[in-house]
């Protein structure tokens, strides 16, 4: 997906054939909130409850604020807080699929 400026959103990756599908992608500033992360999110949510998953989960940085407003907006809550030697800590989210 490219945002207006011709620009791919950023690096990320899907493991399509994980039982959970995990997500990760970042964007880039010009593409920030113009709605692109959620459709990603939503149709990787498409795509999960299409091939049987239950489950969607992601990383955050406990410090990614945007990001985290962004995730909690489309449901994922947080599960687990891997301990790093040093801050700041990433968060495991989930979003549990119905």
């Not at 791919?8 to 113009?34: N, T, Y």
């Not at 407003?69 to 989210?93: C, D």
């Amino acid at each position: 997906m490219r945002c207006p400026t011709g620009r791919s959103l950023g690096p990320g990756w899907w493991a399509g054939r994980s039982p959970s599908l995990p997500v990760q992608f970042g964007d880039r500033p010009p593409c920030r909130r113009l709605g692109y992360a959620t459709q990603l999110l939503q149709r990787c949510e498409a795509l999960a409850q299409e091939g049987g998953a239950h489950a969607l989960h992601l990383h955050v940085l406990e410090n990614n604020e945007p990001a985290r407003r962004l995730y909690a907006r489309q449901g994922f809550r947080a599960v687990a807080s891997p301990q790093g030697w040093w801050p700041p800590r990433r968060l495991l989210l989930r979003k549990i699929l119905v």
